[in-house]
């Protein structure tokens, strides 16, 4: 007890060193006085007495000085020692300081990095109070597929739940809507939600107030809520603008408020009520929703809550007949799987590389301690423990680590601001930053790193012990445990380099059977060019704007093909709905045959795509409105509906089965335009003849570059329509590599990750048989002395190398096969255990090996045994 | 200044003696010394260049304590005072001072 008040005391004075010296002033100060009072009342002049008692008292800062020592801060001037020592030390070995600061820096640094990803991307909350208690509600399909709600659903599902304490519903806004009269006409993206998703979420207004239950109504008044960024960029943060109108697709808008920045759902630019109705069709599936659970209400009582409310509405609406509902937390929903998964892997293989820069220094050091041995038997022979030399040696470590960490921390900085400018469509890339968090992770990764780096070389230098090291005094020589500790680590180095490779391996090898999947649409030359008309006009007007457009656009020299789809490929939006063959019509009943994804099409886009034509004829001017409805199916939606049969003449219904079936006219080449991972989805065409949309894309092809294409097209764009905004112009190549972006960059990271593994793993190797090599130099120089060829030599040196090597690519090839299980799902169209990649990189890791083990190989057999018996 | 030639103390008994004046009562530093000098007939003088990181020692171990009091002329001053694991020290450094005495003594006589 007293002892731990003693230890308490001293750590206050090293925490308070003010305090403490201020007390020993005032405790001096006092102690003068009464000697100078004893002085006085022994006889002597004020003036005499004060002298003599700083006489007897001496020089007063070496007593101070001498307290101090003795205030036993004991552990903490042996560590500032320890630092100073463990600095000299670096400083006399720059390389050695210089690599290893190197190493660790980058490894820490790219450790660091993922992490700051990871942080902002996947770990860090939702910007919602009680995220936890948050859930995204997914319809399901007869089939088990996640679908969005209806209105009447929805609807439903808000007034007859016991589980939530509210539920709201929101509907992305698609190709977005033009804003007028502020500058240029702009598309901005404007999606909707009902008065409850603001007080659901949590989320109140920065300026303004949000939608009030009277205007989430059909009729209510047009309002409109802002975006944080909208209002600063586009309207300058004037706070004058509530209450004013804006114009929105050539309607006016009262703006009632101004998000806050943080908030960032669907990365609306704009919000206007959603105002949902029960006499919506029930088979629109095109609602999110998101709801609050009531107050002790689990996620899995809501679910079996609104499964039952969605059985017995199936029993009731024959189009809802088989779906249910799936209820995930948002977090869930936000944050989507594959990026989990990904993030995972990234944060194993950065940990992995770790680790190997950790094994290639602690190598280093084990080798540097062998080399200072001499140091250590003087200072244990002048009576150093063998505690403070372990101390001292994991200071060391310690002192490289803090080092590297620092240049980590730097490199991460750097790294966090180029990715937040990274064009990947991930939510909340742009937050990645240093932050406290990610400063924790390093600080607690400098710590593994001090350990993993320094407890070896501790240790062996706690087990020096003076007896044995005065025996072997003089000699340079190691114990044989510290070779097999230093080639352990070689091995470990080895292996854990082949799990990189051969896991960077298989993401490159997915990414490129990504790259070179056939998705059915033409891309080189293919220009594509989203456009949306401001106000929606009569349907002939809109018809007549996207025909003439087209027509322009044709008559630009070098250009051959151009055409429009309602669905810009790459961009994420997809269209589907139920589709039924007529023969099936009475048995699928309201709820449909199966889902099928829908286009429509201009008679031109399947020559512009390069989408062919496998049967039958491509759309064309004849197919009139008031003709007879066609529709052209894709090879996979012939297959499945009239699977060995000839589809042409047959019929389907689009939608609900009480309708004018169409009559198939067609049979198109298969299309991935939405992702290029999944298998091509059952598809039909519709023709811009028959229905008319407000939003399309046109696709534009030529044989060759055209110089100024881009400027001409937006010319042939104003000459039909001069208040649309700047329309964006894509090459289809472009947008085909952006969503296929996300692989593409963990495959090259972790490729990166391999290639260092690789190089360390070489160094590492290279160091401990070089090492190895002047250990030996007597033996060596001994058997060349009796006529050992240097070919022996040398082949003594590179097997030992190769053994190494060849055990560390067992294990690690052992411990690949059974990790890349958890990479399954990442994976498309690439064996978990792909021979190519399994057998390239414990190839590419034997060269370097064999390369590593014929330097210091050859650096043996130049030993002079003349000059290596006489030394030492 | 006493006149007489006085003797520095051996540098191991310091603590001892300190603990031995503490046993009556809490003290201040000058009042420590004062004291040792006082009852070994001024035989005894303290440094202070040796008495304060003594005190300092002591309290680290965690045998005295310390702590601001005021003296009876009204002045602030750190007075120590032994602890319980204080007081078993100066016991069992009490007796293995006698043993050593005794010992040394022995030689002396005998030798």
């Known amino acids: 007890m007293d002892r731990m008040r003693g230890l308490w005391k001293r750590l206050r004075a090293v925490v308070r060193t003010g305090t403490a010296e201020r007390e020993l002033t005032e405790e001096m100060a006092f102690h003068l006085e009464m000697e100078v009072a004893k002085n006085v009342r022994a006889g002597m002049s004020p003036e005499a007495a004060r002298r003599a008692a700083r006489l ?8 101070k000085e001498e307290v101090r020592a003795s205030r036993g801060i004991d552990w903490f001037e042996t560590l500032v020692r320890d630092v100073r020592h463990a600095l000299r030390g670096l400083a006399r070995a720059p390389t050695f300081s210089a690599v290893a600061v190197l190493t660790l820096g980058l490894g820490v640094g790219a ?112 309002v409109v809520l802002l975006s944080h960024g909208l209002w600063r960029r586009v309207f300058g943060g004037d706070t004058t603008l509530l209450g004013r109108p804006i114009t929105l697709a050539g309607a006016p808008y009262t703006v009632i408020g101004v998000l806050p920045a943080s908030f960032r759902l669907l990365a609306a630019e704009a919000w ?180 993993a780096v320094g407890l070896l070389p501790a240790l062996q230098a706690a087990k020096t012990d003076l007896h044995s090291a005065l025996k072997r005094a003089g000699r340079t020589g190691s114990s044989s445990g510290q070779g097999r500790w230093r080639e352990a680590l070689v091995v470990a180095q080895v292996a854990l380099a082949v799990v990189l490779l051969i896991g960077g391996g298989l993401m490159i090898r997915s990414a490129v059977q990504l790259e070179q999947t056939d998705t059915g649409l033409a891309t080189d030359h293919v220009w594509t060019v989203p456009l949306q008309l401001a106000a929606v006009p009569e349907e002939w007007k809109m018809a007549q704007f996207f025909d003439r457009v087209t027509e322009r656009i044709q008559a630009i020299p070098g250009v051959r093909h151009a055409g429009a789809t309602i669905v810009d490929p790459y961009s994420g939006a997809d269209l589907r709905n139920d589709v039924t063959p007529e023969e099936r019509a009475a048995e699928a009943g309201a709820a449909g045959y199966l889902q099928a994804a829908w286009r429509i099409v201009s008679p031109g886009y399947f020559e512009a795509a390069g989408v062919p034509i496998l049967k039958g004829r491509d759309f064309s001017d004849d197919d009139r409105r008031d003709g007879v409805p066609v529709v052209i199916v894709s090879r996979s939606l012939a297959d499945r509906l009239w699977p060995g049969q000839d589809p042409l003449g047959r019929r389907l219904f689009w939608g609900g089965v009480d309708g004018t079936p169409r009559t198939i006219i067609g049979v198109a080449g298969d299309i991935r335009d939405v992702s290029i991972g999944a298998d091509p989805p059952p598809l039909m ?96 120089g001994l058997r060349m002395a009796l006529g050992a060829k240097p070919g022996r030599v040398v082949t003594s040196v590179v097997r030992r190398g190769v053994t190494l090597a060849g055990l560390g690519v067992g294990i690690g090839v052992t411990a690949a096969a059974a990790l890349t299980g958890l990479m399954g799902s990442l994976l498309y169209r690439t064996e978990r255990i792909d021979p190519l990649t399994f057998a390239v990189a414990p190839v590419m890791l034997g060269l370097v090996a064999l390369a590593a083990a014929y330097l210091p190989a050859r650096r043996a057999t130049r030993i002079d045994p003349m000059s290596a018996l006489r030394s030492d | 200044m006493p006149p007489a030639p006085a003797q520095e103390v051996l540098r191991g008994t310091l603590d001892l003696l300190i603990l031995r004046t503490l046993a009556l009562a809490p003290e201040h530093g000058w009042g420590i010394a004062q004291r040792i000098e006082l009852q070994s007939n001024e035989a005894l003088q303290i440094g202070q260049g040796s008495l304060y990181p003594a005190l300092q020692r002591l309290e680290n171990k965690g045998w005295i304590d310390s702590g601001w009091e005021t003296t009876d002329q009204n002045r602030r001053a750190k007075y120590y005072r032994l602890t319980a694991t204080g007081r078993r020290a100066l016991q069992a450094e009490t007796d293995s001072w006698r043993r050593y005495v005794h010992a040394v003594e022995l030689i002396l006589t005998n030798g």
């Open chain 1, 56 to 63: 007897a008292f001496g020089g007063v800062e070496r007593f």
């Open chain 1, 111 to 222: 450790a660091t990095t993922i992490f700051g990803v990871v942080d902002a991307v996947v770990l860090a909350p939702l910007p919602y109070p009680e995220p936890d208690r948050l859930v995204h509600v997914w319809e399901t399909n007869p089939e088990g597929s996640d679908f969005s709600s209806s209105e009447p659903n929805y609807l439903d599902f808000r007034d007859r739940n016991r589980t939530l304490a509210a539920l709201a519903a929101y509907r992305r806004g698609g190709g977005g809507l033009t804003l007028t009269g502020v500058g240029e006409p702009r598309l901005i993206s404007v999606a909707s939600a009902t008065a409850s998703l603001f007080p659901v979420l949590g989320v109140d207004a920065a300026i303004g107030r949000t939608f009030s239950t009277a205007e989430d109504v059909r009729g209510g008044e047009a």
């Open chain 1, 272 to 451: 206007v009520p959603l105002a949902p109705s029960p006499a919506s069709d029930r088979d629109d599936h095109w609602l999110g929703l998101v709801g609050r659970l009531g107050s002790g209400q689990s996620l899995a009582q809501a679910q079996s809550d609104l499964a039952g409310i969605a059985a017995a509405n199936g029993d009731v609406h024959p189009v809802t007949a088989g779906w249910g509902v799936r209820v995930e937390p948002l977090e869930a929903w936000a944050v989507a799987r594959p990026l989990r998964q990904s993030s995972v892997l990234l944060m194993g293989a950065v940990a992995t590389l770790l680790l190997l820069a950790c094994a290639n220094i602690a190598t280093l050091l084990l080798a540097r301690a062998t080399a200072r041995q001499t140091d250590l038997r003087l200072r244990l022979a002048l009576g150093a423990g063998q505690g403070r030399l372990a101390r001292q040696q994991l200071t060391e470590s310690g002192v490289l680590a803090g080092l590297g960490a620092l240049l980590g921390l730097a490199l991460a900085a750097t790294a966090a601001g180029l990715i937040r400018r990274l064009p990947l469509a991930v939510p909340r890339l742009d937050t990645v930053a240093v932050n406290g968090r990610v400063v924790v992770f390093t600080i607690a990764a400098t710590i593994v790193v001090t350990l």
């Open chain 1, 685 to 780: 065409f519709l023709s811009t003849r028959q229905i008319v949309w407000p939003a399309m894309t046109l696709v534009v092809r030529s044989d060759r570059p055209i110089a100024g294409l881009a400027d001409r097209i937006r010319e042939a764009v104003w000459a039909e329509d001069p208040a649309l905004p700047v329309p964006t112009i894509r090459a289809m190549e472009d947008s085909r590599a952006a969503a296929t972006a996300g692989p593409r960059v963990t495959a090259l990271v972790l490729a990166a990750f391999g290639v260092a593994s690789l190089l360390l793993a070489g160094i590492g190797l290279y160091g401990v048989l070089a090492f190895a090599v002047v250990e030996r130099t007597r033996e060596i």
